[in-house]
């Protein structure tokens, strides 16, 4: 396992806003989590407002017995907790892996990228955190996977964090053919001098190439990517829709960046309108972005995947419950922001 040996420098705190809300507890009773490892003592919020408790109650519904620990995970202020990145690097990489017939992944237990093979080459969506774990550990990662990097098309920023494009400059420099997206605002943010005394992240700034717009479909092959924007996270964060295939059968993966964070109602309309208009009627049925604790407990379903490759994939919910989870997140998101709105002034 020479990818263990691995020594990764350069931590980037670019995510980790959703951290605070995590708590970890091992009483949580089993039936209401996602079988796995990361445990979190999660509960239904108490909201003050009529709207927002009605909203709350709806998600409740929604979730039945089901989808209680993903509805109230989606239902924390801030979206979606996430293990804190508390552990040293080195110690969390994971052997890449194989995930759908045609989507793998390569990275740490934290952070990631996601690979979607098409019939015309392959698209990177995010890049690890700086060019070193680009070389090291993405690189070799998609040769191990019998993936040539060379045939990487495009490269997706699901937004303008360190975390997720600090690897892009490698791609762009040593494979000039791989074009790179992300949102206009995001190209901007990153631009921008960094305000002094703010600690810096020192990983080198991809070149500003394609700009991705909200209700953007990219083709590639016999792939269609669909965009949907919505700031919050940051000012340009994106949500795509990406078919891929399981044991044959196309199943919808949306990928929420920023994970499902919707400060005010701006964001919220946003939100509303990606999911109502993009996202829901193509039917999805997984959800899960580049840091596999986040939303779904993906690290033990990656190591499910990766013990059982035959077996059914732990990540695919099913078009039904994958309705129901874009309604919580719609009920839940609003309600939020209700209740901040109305506890705000008075
Ligand atoms: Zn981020």
């Known amino acids: 396992m020479p990818m263990k040996s691995v020594v990764v420098g350069l931590m980037i705190a670019g995510c980790v806003a959703a951290a605070g809300s995590l708590r970890v507890d091992a009483q949580t009773p089993a039936a209401q989590r996602t079988p796995g490892s990361v445990e979190r003592n999660l509960t239904w919020p108490e909201m003050k407002t ?11 519904e929604l979730a039945k017995n089901d ?12 979206g979606p907790a996430r293990e804190p990145d508390g552990r040293p690097r080195m110690d969390t990489l994971m052997e890449p892996l194989k995930v759908f017939d045609n989507l793998y992944y390569v990275g740490f237990e934290q952070i990631g990228t996601w690979t979607l093979r098409t019939s015309e080459g392959l698209i990177l969506f995010d890049t690890l955190n700086n060019p070193m774990e680009a070389e090291t550990v993405l690189e070799p990662g998609l040769r191990k996977l019998g993936l040539n990097p060379a045939d990487i098309k495009y490269i997706i920023l699901s937004h303008g964090h360190g975390d997720h494009y600090g690897g892009a400059t490698y791609f762009q420099q040593k494979y000039p053919n791989a074009r790179v997206m992300m949102t206009a605002a995001d190209w901007e943010m990153i631009a921008r001098p960094r305000a002094p005394g703010r600690g810096g992240n020192a990983v080198p700034l991809p070149k500003r190439d394609m700009d991705i717009t909200d209700g953007q479909k990219l083709t590639l092959g016999d792939t269609t990517i669909s965009f949907g924007i919505y700031p919050g996270h940051t000012p340009g964060t994106i949500m795509n829709g990406v078919p891929v295939m399981d044991k044959g059968t196309r199943r919808m993966w949306v990928i929420p960046g920023g994970a499902l964070q919707v400060p005010n109602r701006a964001s919220l309309q946003a939100f509303e309108h990606i999911i109502n208009d993009y996202f829901k009627p193509l039917q999805p049925e997984m959800f899960f972005n580049s840091h596999p604790q986040t939303m779904n407990d993906g690290v033990a379903q990656l190591n499910q995947i990766r013990k059982n490759p035959n077996g059914p994939n732990p990540l695919v919910y099913g078009k039904e419950r994958g309705a129901r989870i874009m309604d919580i997140w719609l009920a839940c998101r609003r309600a939020w922001v209700v209740e901040k709105e109305a506890t705000a002034t008075n």
């Open 50 to 60: 009529k709207e927002a408790q009605t909203l709350v109650a709806k998600a409740r």
């Open 67 to 78: 989808l209680v620990w993903e509805a109230q995970d989606a239902c924390l202020e801030d």
